[in-house]
């Protein structure tokens, strides 16, 4: 996977989720001054990455684990937004002691439901028939909460365009991956590391209820709501979105 790495001090992965690359973390690059290294990978299939076939989150959890070791890494906090946080309990599964922070940004340990299966299904199949842009010009705005769809449709079109290259293999991929992970919410109550939790109020995607049921299952949660965002609060809130990953960062061991 490509990757960026910014800063210097406690390393810091943010894994960006379904439908996007790394530029979904424009607004956090200036955390690099809280005393951390950003790393910044884009997934497999997005950004300046190369597709490959037959995905799974213990794979792309695999690919991250390979990048520490490139970097001679021993130890790193997991910031995942959506997918990624499913990737990032993945590898707090697989490789334990690489991790000492665990972030789940608008994201969640509990696997599909049979509906949420039926609803990616349906966008597979869509995918498939219309393509990638006629996919994202009818998800993205859903990403947002509904009172900012209106004042921030600008950026709404513009992720729109940036993404509407992407390969319909990588988003048909990448769903399932998502419909075949299992719930990891055993993880979270044996996790031997804080847990950071952003959510978004009205968020559609992960919804506020899902998210309330998890945030004390560790024996450590950092719990940040975000009143006025839905799915992409580090577009929607960047401010408060990244003084709660500050925040966190700030309470890691160095």
Not at 62 to 68: E, M
Not at 189 to 207: E, S, T, Y
């Amino acid at each position: 996977m490509y990757y960026q790495r910014i800063g210097s001090g406690t390393p810091i992965i943010l894994i960006h989720g379904f439908g996007e690359d790394s530029r979904i973390w424009e607004n956090q690059v200036e955390l690099q001054g809280a005393n951390c290294q950003l790393i910044i990978p884009d997934l497999p299939g997005t950004g300046k990455s190369n597709p490959q076939n037959g995905l799974t989150m213990e794979s792309m959890a695999a690919g991250i684990r390979d990048i520490l070791d490139k970097e001679k890494i021993a130890q790193c906090a997991l910031l995942g937004h959506s997918m990624g946080g499913y990737i990032s309990l993945a590898f707090a599964e697989l490789f334990p002691d690489r991790i000492n922070g665990l972030g789940l940004l608008h994201s969640s340990a509990f696997a599909d439901s049979d509906t949420k299966k039926e609803t990616r299904r349906k966008s597979i199949e869509f995918i498939k028939k219309q393509g990638t842009r006629a996919f994202l010009e009818a998800s993205t705005p859903n990403l947002f909460a509904e009172e900012n769809r209106l004042p921030m449709s600008g950026l709404i079109n513009m992720l729109v365009d940036r993404h509407a290259n992407m390969d319909p293999a990588t988003l048909i991929t990448f769903s399932e991956a998502m419909m075949a992970r299992p719930d990891r919410t055993e993880m979270l109550k044996k996790a031997r590391f804080p847990v950071l939790f952003i959510v978004g109020k009205g968020d559609q995607a992960i919804p506020f209820t899902d998210s309330m049921q998890q945030v004390y299952l560790p024996d450590l949660s950092y719990i940040y709501i975000l009143e006025k965002s839905g799915h992409v609060g580090m577009l929607e809130e960047s401010l408060n979105f990244n003084q709660a990953i500050h925040d966190f960062i700030s309470s890691l061991p160095m």
